[in-house]
């Protein structure tokens, strides 16, 4: 009984945590609506971030609406780099993790290309003993580049069908 107990305790106190954790409609709605008012700044201010330390730029977004849940790399190809090397030159900024920009079939992505090159295995294997902080990590190793380029989109997840609904 006490077993029972425990784990029927353990299964509120989850769906508790990941109602809280889960945005409801308005507050999605009130969160892109305050990122679409910050973005267009980043291209107003462009000027101010290129050729100067990331951590500028780093600074802006973290005081904005624009809040990093997921972070992607910038890289070369290995088709056209030599023995198949990939290189790290930039970094991808989500404001939703995957399973919920997959979900919501969208996802504001701020783009910034640093005056780097790090070799793509390397890049990794020094963020990864960071373990759950690796975003921070990542950011941090990067706050010294010199930024090249900042842009953003929004992006629509296409529609997709399986061939036995076309």
């Not at 954790?21 to 305050?34: G, L, S």
């Not at 991808?92 to 640093?114: C, G, H, T, W």
């Not at 294997?125 to 010294?144: F, H, N, P, Q, Y």
């Amino acid at each position: 009984m006490k077993k029972l107990f425990t784990l029927m305790a353990a299964m509120l106190f989850s769906i508790t945590m990941f109602a809280q954790n889960a945005p409801t409609a308005e507050e999605q709605e009130r969160e892109n609506k305050a990122i679409e008012a910050f973005l267009p700044t980043l291209d107003a201010r462009r000027s101010e971030f290129v050729g100067q330390p990331a951590k500028k730029l780093f600074d802006v977004i973290r005081s904005s609406a624009f809040k990093i849940r997921n972070i992607g790399t910038e890289k070369t190809s290995p088709w056209v780099e030599y023995k198949g090397k990939t290189w790290v030159y930039g970094l991808s900024l989500f404001n939703k993790p995957v399973q919920q920009a997959m979900k919501d079939k969208e996802v504001y992505i701020i783009r910034i290309i640093l005056d780097v090159r790090w070799e793509s295995s390397a890049f990794w294997d020094s963020v990864s003993s960071a373990g759950t902080a690796w975003m921070e990590a990542i950011v941090r190793k990067c706050l010294d580049a010199k930024v090249k380029e900042v842009s953003w989109e929004h992006f629509y997840f296409p529609e997709r069908k399986t061939a036995s609904e076309k």
